[in-house]
């Protein structure tokens, strides 16, 4: 019987990779591409890391799965909710191989909280509802738990980075790849299994992080001894965990290993796309906004945690409107056509529609004009080399879900631009100062996300690779199990039938406190301002 082994390395970038391997310093991965293939893998656009492993999963683009990201726009609203695995509109591998009676064990994959009763286990991701440790609310079966609790997340916040915080970061990130992967061995020692599926998050911190002593050409670059090898010394270590899981599975196996998205360095320009479209008269602010955003700090900073809980299910209503806020408190809505969400990782604008926004301010039909002459608006600005349809990117039955238009930004001397969240009067583009070059939450971390990742099998294929959703079909392929309609294609060149028809879950909502602690979460990895 054929088996499976995918291992997800979250942000591993090609231009770093292939140099390693070539030199020696990474030989497991180079043993890969030496007696299987290996590409160049493009993620989806933006290259964000909740649509990104969710088409690697489903075969889809997010218009079909509709996780665009960790949050989405209540209809008919200006309000945010978290997103879950429960929001998923098209099935999984680990949904499809279980109702075809293969057995499955899925580990840290981001989308997958709640954890699913599978034919087999499930360790969720890090969008699940804690800080830096699992608990048992997403391990399935529960009689996992005394193995899974070590599974760690970014054992530290990501925001408030300080000198000392990168000496205290390394060697958690290093520790965390051994902890992981003698996770993964011991159950694949125990555990039978035909689909198998790990994803390591550590190359996706330290590149975020440590870029700026890595890359001597780097705007931020800071020489210091200590990390100039940081990125290379975690990917020596997920090579060799690599190495350790080849040896384990054995060559009856298919071994797959992906990135959901490459990585590069960050420049010294930074952008504020509300700034831009106030300049341009089609955003207004209010003129005293900031109030709402600095209380919800000051709460999420200093009520206990233990009674966090308690004052957001008594309050919800308020917690709510918080919430909602923070975020577009210093729009004016009435004398709005259009906003960014400001998202670092995922730059877009949204069209203020009547009848779909509680203050529409653009005619329903009037949108097409405007979102051409705002595109074309948008596209005139130096920093933004395209500007997306959400139609021309997208296509399924959740495309309603995404930014009206999405945003591509050109890169500075190969260097990506950072969004940060404006402030009403400020700058649409500034300079960091070299106080500023470490990062953070403020400034924008000194490695972001690139649009192309790695693929790699451990058998030659007939198919080339061209982007992620080929991944979920190559898996079926080799299992023989028939699958529902897909983007991808399968690498083996024999995509099995589209026979089976599978049903949406319903989607359940988090409850308030589980949305705090996903929120603080985020929060400090960076996601959110």
């Known amino acids: 019987m054929r088996r499976?082994?995918?291992?997800?390395?979250d942000g591993a970038e090609p231009s770093l990779v292939e140099p390693w391997m070539n030199a020696g310093i990474l030989p497991s991965l180079a043993q890969l591409r030496?007696?299987?293939s290996?590409?160049?893998c493009a993620s989806t656009i933006p290259p964000?890391?909740?649509?990104?492993?969710?088409?690697?999963?489903?075969?889809?683009?997010?218009?079909?799965?509709?996780?665009?990201?960790?949050?989405?726009?209540?209809p008919g609203t200006y309000s945010l909710r978290f997103l879950n695995a429960s929001f998923r509109g098209a099935p999984a591998l680990w949904q499809i191989l279980s109702a075809a009676?293969?057995?499955v064990g899925i580990l840290g994959v981001p989308g997958t909280y709640p954890p699913e009763p599978v034919n087999g286990f499930m360790v969720s991701g890090f969008d699940t509802p804690v800080t830096t440790r699992i608990d048992r609310s997403f391990v399935y079966p529960k009689t996992l738990y005394p193995l899974a609790r070590r599974w760690v997340f970014?054992?530290?916040?990501?925001?408030?980075?300080?000198?000392?915080w990168h000496e205290q970061a390394l060697p958690k990130l290093l520790k965390a790849i051994d902890e992981k992967s003698s996770i993964v061995l011991e159950l694949l020692k125990n555990d039978s299994w035909d689909f198998f599926m790990v994803v390591f998050g550590e190359s996706d911190t330290v590149a975020h992080h440590f870029w700026l002593f890595h890359d001597e050409r780097s705007p931020r670059y800071i020489p210091d001894p200590r990390f100039r090898h940081a990125i290379q010394d975690v990917y020596q270590k997920l090579d060799a965990a690599v190495g350790k899981i080849l040896q384990k599975v054995g060559s009856d196996t298919l071994v797959i290993v992906v990135s959901d998205h490459g990585f590069g360095g960050a420049g010294d320009g930074i952008l504020y796309l509300n700034n831009f479209l106030a300049d341009h008269a089609v955003l207004k602010f209010l003129p005293a906004a900031i109030g709402s955003n600095v209380m919800k700090r000051l709460a999420l900073r200093y009520v206990p945690a233990s009674w966090q809980g308690k004052l957001f299910r008594k309050f919800q209503g308020v917690a709510e409107r918080m919430?909602?806020?923070s975020r577009f408190a210093a729009i004016d809505w009435n004398a709005t056509r259009a906003w960014s969400e400001e998202l670092n990782y995922f730059p877009s604008v949204r069209i203020n529609l009547k009848g779909r926004e509680p203050?529409?301010?653009?005619?329903?039909?009037?949108?097409e004009l405007f979102r051409n002459e705002l595109i074309a608006l948008l596209e005139s600005w130096g920093p933004i080399r395209k500007a997306w349809r959400r139609e021309e990117l997208y296509e399924g039955p959740f495309v309603e879900y995404a930014p009206d238009i999405l945003l591509e930004l050109q890169l500075e001397n190969g260097y990506s631009y950072s969004c940060l969240r404006s402030r009403p009067g400020g700058p649409c583009l500034r300079r960091i100062t070299p106080e500023e070059r470490l990062g953070g939450k403020e400034q924008g971390m000194n490695g972001n996300h690139r649009p192309t990742g790695v693929l790699f099998l451990s058998e030659r294929v007939a198919e080339t690779c061209t982007c992620l959703a080929d991944v979920a079909p190559t898996v079926l392929a080799a299992l023989g199990i028939a699958t529902p309609p897909m983007d991808g294609k399968s690498l083996l060149g024999n995509s099995p039938d589209h026979k089976r028809n599978f049903s949406a879950p319903s989607p359940i909502d988090y409850t308030p406190e589980q949305e705090l602690i996903i929120e603080e979460r985020l929060r400090a990895l960076g996601y959110l301002e």
């Open 101 to 103: 009676g293969k057995r």
């Open 323 to 325: 919430e909602s806020r």
């Open 4 to 9: 499976v082994m995918i291992i997800g390395l």
């Open 34 to 36: 030496d007696t299987g």
């Open 154 to 164: 970014a054992d530290f916040q990501e925001s408030h980075i300080s000198a000392r």
């Open 48 to 74: 964000a890391t909740f649509p990104a492993w969710t088409t690697c999963v489903t075969g889809v683009n997010p218009g079909k799965h509709r996780l665009f990201d960790f949050t989405e726009l209540v």
């Open 359 to 367: 203050n529409g301010q653009v005619d329903p039909h009037d949108y």
């Open 38 to 40: 290996y590409f160049r």
